[in-house]
């Protein structure tokens, strides 16, 4: 990751019927290698979370249509079961739709445009990151000059990073590029409960880039930023409205809160893939998934070397599990897009992305 060969999710070498993905349950004890033989694989892999992250599980809804092309299945059965599997995420439905658009047509060579679109997917994907991260690095350059070249703290929530996507990521992104450039950068964790995202992939692949990072637990953001710990938080975003309103893993939006009242810069950095330019009000329109309570009642680790599960709660503990909570447009500083830095708002958006805005 951060580099040219890192990929999350491609075509197994010299067998074409397999599509291959990183088991990302599995981080940061053991990187494991999964095979997707058939579209239900790649169900399975998007609604058990092996993929995370909206451009990833948009990606592997791609693969999976062009696995059910190869197999002579039903696509549309497939295309309905791929878009309920994961209802927040709007990257999940651009990409079905945009291969279904195929399907549609009667292309005569479906198995092979299908494998094409999805490698285009990805790669545009990559580049998009790449867009992000160029024109999020003068935020934190502006940040190292104002502080006289000394550590630029970025306090980052759940994983917006290379392996939610499919190199790069898009809230590290500019920490990538930053850390490329020799800026002194350094990473608050979240660990992003109950799910871990942070502390099992964001600080695993920090690491291995190399990038100076501290895991802390998720309520202890706002303490940081009383204490001018926290430069600058950058999230991701798993759906954004056309007015700036952003869906991200459950607890950011609390994080903005803290951030509003500390005087801290907020940024959301998205592809724009995952604007909704169909809605507009994100707390009534943007549907929240809510997921096995297990998820909340049980933690996940390793001991001498065997992956365990744990209960840590009563065994007659109501459990809820919400997966996303919406932060309002008025509470972001503004949105990191492969287009440019933008305000949250409307206006923002459709400077950037008119012809989506006019669509």
């Not at 809230?171 to 409960?193: C, F, K, M, N, S």
């Not at 459990?319 to 996303?324: G, I, K, L």
């Not at 287009?339 to 992305?353: K, Q, T």
């Given at each position: ?108 060579d ?16 990559i ?7 160029r ?27 290379a ?32 799910r ?101 009642s049980?933690?996940h ?32 500083t503004?949105?990191?897009t ?22």
């Open positions: 990751m951060a580099d040219e060969g890192f990929r999350t999710i491609w075509l197994k070498p010299d067998d074409p019927s397999i599509v291959q993905i990183i088991d990302q349950r599995r981080l940061p004890h053991e990187y494991r290698i999964h095979d997707l033989a058939s579209w239900q694989d790649g169900l399975v892999a998007i609604q058990d979370m092996y993929v995370r992250g909206a451009p990833l599980i948009g990606a592997t809804a791609a693969w999976s249509l062009y696995l059910a092309a190869l197999r002579g299945d039903d696509i549309e059965r497939a295309a309905a079961a791929l878009l309920a599997s994961r209802p927040t995420a709007v990257n999940l439905r651009w990409a079905v739709d945009r291969v279904m658009r195929h399907a549609a047509a009667g292309t005569a479906l198995v092979g445009i299908i494998r094409a679109d999805a490698e285009a997917i990805c790669q545009e994907d580049e998009i990151c790449l867009g992000i991260g024109h999020g690095l003068p935020l934190l350059e502006k940040i190292s000059r104002e502080k006289g070249g000394d550590t630029v703290n970025v306090l980052t929530h759940c994983n917006a990073g392996l939610a996507t499919i190199n790069w990521g898009t809230a590290t992104a500019p920490i990538y590029l930053a850390h490329q450039a020799g800026l002194d950068v350094h990473v608050w964790v979240d660990e992003t409960r109950p871990n995202q942070g502390s099992q992939l964001t600080a695993w692949e920090l690491a291995r880039n190399g990038v100076p990072h501290t895991l802390v637990v998720d309520n202890a953001g706002g303490h940081l930023m009383q204490h001018a710990h926290v430069d600058i938080v950058i999230t991701g975003t798993d759906r954004t409205t056309r007015c700036g309103d952003v869906a991200n893993k459950i607890g950011t939006y609390l994080k903005a809160l803290a951030a509003f009242d500390n005087g801290i810069p907020f940024y959301v950095a998205l592809p724009s893939t995952t604007i909704d330019w169909g809605i507009r009000d994100g707390l009534t329109e943007i549907p929240i998934e809510e997921r096995d309570p297990d998820e909340v049980h933690l680790g390793i001991s001498e070397g065997s992956l365990l599960t744990i209960r840590t709660t009563g065994s007659g503990t109501p459990v809820s599990n919400y997966a996303f909570d919406v932060t309002p447009a008025r509470l972001v503004g949105l990191i492969e287009r440019g830095v933008c305000d949250a708002s409307e206006p923002g958006l459709a400077g950037l992305f008119p012809e989506k805005a006019t669509a």
